[in-house]
Protein backbone atom coordinates (compact mmCIF):
# COMPACT_ATOMS: atom_id res chain seq x y z
CA UNK A 1 0.00 0.00 0.00
CA UNK A 2 1.28 3.51 -0.95
CA UNK A 3 1.92 6.31 1.93
CA UNK A 4 0.34 9.61 1.28
CA UNK A 5 1.53 13.19 2.52
CA UNK A 6 -0.81 16.28 1.12
CA UNK A 7 0.75 19.73 0.89
CA UNK A 8 -0.34 22.78 -0.36
CA UNK A 9 -2.85 24.17 2.30
CA UNK A 10 -2.79 27.65 3.60
CA UNK A 11 -4.85 30.54 3.63
CA UNK A 12 -6.33 32.60 1.22
CA UNK A 13 -8.84 34.85 0.59
CA UNK A 14 -12.07 34.26 -1.14
CA UNK A 15 -11.90 33.78 -5.10
CA UNK A 16 -7.87 32.93 -4.43
CA UNK A 17 -6.65 29.69 -5.91
CA UNK A 18 -4.47 26.76 -4.06
CA UNK A 19 -2.96 23.93 -5.00
CA UNK A 20 -2.78 21.07 -3.50
CA UNK A 21 -0.34 17.87 -3.51
CA UNK A 22 -0.03 14.66 -2.80
CA UNK A 23 2.88 12.84 -2.53
CA UNK A 24 3.14 8.75 -2.76
CA UNK A 25 5.54 6.34 -1.65
CA UNK A 26 5.25 2.97 -2.44
CA UNK A 27 4.86 0.26 -5.68
CA UNK A 28 2.41 0.53 -8.67
CA UNK A 29 1.04 3.91 -7.53
CA UNK A 30 -0.39 3.98 -11.35
CA UNK A 31 -2.54 1.44 -10.62
CA UNK A 32 -4.37 3.75 -7.74
CA UNK A 33 -7.31 5.37 -7.77
CA UNK A 34 -7.04 8.89 -6.02
CA UNK A 35 -9.62 10.91 -3.81
CA UNK A 36 -9.19 13.97 -2.60
CA UNK A 37 -11.62 14.44 0.55
CA UNK A 38 -12.15 17.28 2.96
CA UNK A 39 -13.66 17.72 6.37
CA UNK A 40 -14.43 20.60 8.17
CA UNK A 41 -15.60 21.03 11.84
CA UNK A 42 -18.92 19.15 12.72
CA UNK A 43 -18.71 17.56 9.05
CA UNK A 44 -18.29 13.95 7.78
CA UNK A 45 -15.54 13.70 6.06
CA UNK A 46 -16.68 13.96 2.25
CA UNK A 47 -15.12 13.17 -1.27
CA UNK A 48 -14.60 16.65 -3.10
CA UNK A 49 -12.54 15.00 -5.98
CA UNK A 50 -11.13 11.44 -7.72
CA UNK A 51 -9.08 10.00 -10.22
CA UNK A 52 -8.48 6.81 -11.84
CA UNK A 53 -5.74 5.33 -13.11
CA UNK A 54 -4.72 4.56 -16.55
CA UNK A 55 -8.24 5.72 -17.97
CA UNK A 56 -7.93 9.40 -16.30
CA UNK A 57 -11.44 9.15 -15.45
CA UNK A 58 -12.53 12.25 -12.96
CA UNK A 59 -15.29 13.01 -10.57
CA UNK A 60 -16.43 16.14 -9.32
CA UNK A 61 -18.73 16.91 -6.14
CA UNK A 62 -21.29 19.39 -7.57
CA UNK A 63 -19.89 21.77 -4.65
CA UNK A 64 -16.24 22.23 -6.69
CA UNK A 65 -17.23 20.84 -10.09
CA UNK A 66 -16.02 23.89 -12.20
CA UNK A 67 -13.95 25.18 -9.80
CA UNK A 68 -11.14 22.38 -8.76
CA UNK A 69 -9.25 20.16 -10.74
CA UNK A 70 -7.98 17.02 -10.30
CA UNK A 71 -4.36 15.92 -11.80
CA UNK A 72 -2.06 13.09 -11.67
CA UNK A 73 1.24 12.75 -12.83
CA UNK A 74 2.54 8.77 -12.51
CA UNK A 75 6.02 9.66 -13.07
CA UNK A 76 6.27 11.54 -9.87
CA UNK A 77 4.05 9.49 -7.81
CA UNK A 78 2.03 12.51 -7.03
CA UNK A 79 -1.66 13.57 -7.36
CA UNK A 80 -2.71 17.19 -7.26
CA UNK A 81 -5.85 19.45 -6.33
CA UNK A 82 -6.12 22.69 -8.07
CA UNK A 83 -8.54 24.99 -6.26
CA UNK A 84 -9.64 28.00 -7.64
CA UNK A 85 -12.54 30.72 -7.05
CA UNK A 86 -11.99 29.66 -3.46
CA UNK A 87 -14.98 30.12 -0.85
CA UNK A 88 -14.84 30.08 2.87
CA UNK A 89 -17.49 27.33 2.85
CA UNK A 90 -14.53 25.61 1.27
CA UNK A 91 -12.56 25.72 4.62
CA UNK A 92 -11.84 22.65 5.72
CA UNK A 93 -8.88 19.79 6.09
CA UNK A 94 -7.92 17.93 2.70
CA UNK A 95 -7.08 14.56 2.31
CA UNK A 96 -5.90 12.27 0.16
CA UNK A 97 -6.69 8.88 -0.36
CA UNK A 98 -5.19 6.06 -2.67
CA UNK A 99 -7.42 2.67 -3.44
CA UNK A 100 -5.78 -0.09 -5.78
CA UNK A 101 -8.13 -0.22 -8.62
CA UNK A 102 -5.97 -1.85 -11.84
CA UNK A 103 -9.18 -2.08 -13.64
CA UNK A 104 -9.74 1.70 -13.54
CA UNK A 105 -12.55 2.28 -11.44
CA UNK A 106 -13.71 5.06 -10.05
CA UNK A 107 -16.76 4.36 -8.13
CA UNK A 108 -17.14 2.38 -5.19
CA UNK A 109 -15.86 2.10 -1.62
CA UNK A 110 -12.57 3.50 -0.38
CA UNK A 111 -9.94 1.69 1.09
CA UNK A 112 -8.97 3.28 4.70
CA UNK A 113 -5.52 4.69 3.53
CA UNK A 114 -5.43 8.65 4.20
CA UNK A 115 -2.53 11.02 4.71
CA UNK A 116 -1.88 13.51 7.69
CA UNK A 117 -4.15 15.87 6.03
CA UNK A 118 -3.71 19.81 5.17
CA UNK A 119 -5.36 22.17 6.35
CA UNK A 120 -7.10 25.67 3.68
CA UNK A 121 -8.43 28.58 4.98
CA UNK A 122 -10.98 30.36 2.97
CA UNK A 123 -11.25 33.94 4.47
CA UNK A 124 -14.83 36.32 3.16
Known amino acids: QVQLVESGGGLVQAGGSLRLSCAAS????????VGWFRQAPGNEREIVAA????????YYSDSVKGRFTISRDNAKNTAYLQMNSLKPEDTAVYYCNADYAPTGRITGSWSDHWGQGTQVTVSS
Open 26 to 33: GRAFSMYR
Open 51 to 58: ISTNDMIT
